[in-house]
């Protein structure tokens, strides 16, 4: 019988989606710990946000059910991504890293990490989709990769909780040829583009329902770091890059932004959003264009792999294609492959939100316990 097993976590991260990670771990480790078969006994040794970090010299374990509370009451202030690698590697059993930040010196630091033999879980696309020197780094160090240090796993820095990686990692790996990837990736846009022109017809204002969407929490606290078109290149970028193409980062190819260029650089999201109705004829003509063919226009991000092709942008569909009849905020993502032909494989579901990101996130740290003995 298998020996009982003990593993380290260490967290970064505790808003939104690392909130709802260490919720989901509290129930995860009471049940990896009742397992008669092979008990695996999770302890968080580690804790940080931004301001200050929660730790013990000794390694003890940090309270899942009480580490709010902890951390509050910390007096210790923040650590170096460095300094936090030095602790984790001379902790006395392996460790798993999980950043829940989307910060860009933890995501330069995964490199470090990995070479120490800590495991990186994440759904921070910086490291993945930023210089393409970082991301051969990350899968040089990494055991999954071509080095022998730490695991790495990233699921959630495209889809959430949906198994777009996954999928793509296993077609790739089992010989299939991925000739096209096409779709939805942000759920922002998605649900802006469902509500601006739905498949039914009618629809308000594009800047109404740039604003609709704020308020509903669907948008970033200023809309244009939805609207600029960089989120879905960041995620086209790692799907490129998984697909066997050199991108050199989410620049490199063409990107639409919805911005209008007079907008770009008011002061404020607020004021941003007091200017946007300004231009709503552009977009109104837009619409009207896409009803005269009868069809609806969506956001959407597309790889051409034997082109080597990548683009970002608004994109015309007939009511019948799966992606013009997406709803709410979903995302799609249609994988044309050798061995699918001419009908995709399609991924689609929520694409956004605390849980199932959180979701794919914990989905991952399984991924690493089966590996790590």
Same mark, same amino acid.
Request: glycine share 6%; net charge positive; with cysteine.
């Given at each position: 019988?298998?020996?009982?097993?003990?593993?380290?976590?260490?967290?970064?991260?505790?808003?939104?989606?690392?909130?709802?990670?260490?919720?989901?771990?509290?129930?995860?480790?009471?049940?990896?710990?009742? /397992?008669?078969?092979?008990?695996?006994?999770?302890? &968080?040794? $580690?804790?940080?946000?931004? =301001?200050? #970090?929660?730790?013990?010299?000794?390694?003890?374990?940090?309270?899942?059910?009480?580490?709010?509370?902890?951390?509050?009451?910390?007096?210790?202030?923040?650590?170096?991504?460095?300094?936090?690698?030095?602790?984790?590697?001379?902790?006395?059993?392996?460790?798993?890293?999980?950043?829940?930040?989307? /910060?860009?010196?933890?995501?330069?630091?995964?490199? &470090?990490? $990995?070479?120490?033999?800590? =495991?990186? #879980?994440?759904?921070?696309?910086?490291?993945?989709?930023?210089?393409?020197?970082l991301w051969q780094a990350i899968y040089g160090a990494a055991a999954n990769g071509h080095g022998a240090g730490g695991y790495v796993f990233h699921e959630s820095s495209v889809g959430a909780g949906l198994p777009v990686l996954s999928t793509l990692k296993e077609l790739v790996e089992t010989g299939d040829e991925v000739r096209r990837i096409e779709g939805v990736f942000s759920g922002t846009m998605s649900f802006l583009f469902n509500s601006f022109q739905p498949v039914a017809g009618g629809g308000g204002k594009f800047s109404a329902e740039v604003k609709k969407a704020k308020d509903l929490g669907f948008t970033e606290p200023d809309p244009r770091d939805d609207l600029n078109g960089l989120d879905v290149a960041r995620k086209l970028t790692i799907l490129a890059r998984l697909s066997g193409l050199p991108i050199e980062n989410p620049t490199s190819f063409p990107v639409q932004s919805l911005i209008p260029k007079e907008l770009e650089s008011v002061a404020t999201g607020d004021e941003f959003l007091a200017r946007l109705p300004e231009f709503d004829a552009d977009m109104d003509k837009i619409k009207a264009e896409a009803e005269k063919e009868g069809k609806v226009v969506r956001f959407v991000g597309s790889i051409d792999v034997p082109s080597k092709q990548v683009k970002v942008g608004l994109e015309k569909f007939d009511h019948s294609h799966p992606i013009a009849a997406l709803k709410g905020s979903d995302n799609i993502i249609n994988f044309y492959t050798k061995r699918y032909g001419d009908k995709p494989l399609i991924i689609q579901g929520a694409g956004a939100g605390g849980d199932v990101t959180a979701m794919g996130v914990s989905g991952d740290l399984f991924k690493v316990l089966r590996l790590i003995h």
């Open positions: 019988m298998p020996a009982p097993r003990q593993i380290f976590l260490a967290v970064i991260g505790t808003g939104g989606v690392g909130k709802c990670f260490l919720n989901q771990v509290q129930e995860i480790a009471g049940r990896l710990s009742q /397992n008669a078969q092979a008990p695996i006994y999770l302890s &968080l040794i $580690l804790l940080a946000r931004s =301001s200050k #970090v929660l730790r013990h010299a000794n390694y003890a374990p940090i309270k899942l059910s009480s580490w709010e509370s902890d951390l509050s009451a910390s007096s210790a202030g923040p650590l170096s991504p460095s300094e936090i690698a030095d602790y984790l590697a001379a902790a006395p059993s392996k460790v798993v890293l999980v950043d829940n930040t989307s /910060n860009q010196d933890v995501a330069d630091a995964y490199p &470090l990490f $990995l070479k120490k033999g800590i =495991s990186v #879980v994440t759904p921070n696309k910086k490291g993945f989709s930023g210089s393409y020197s």
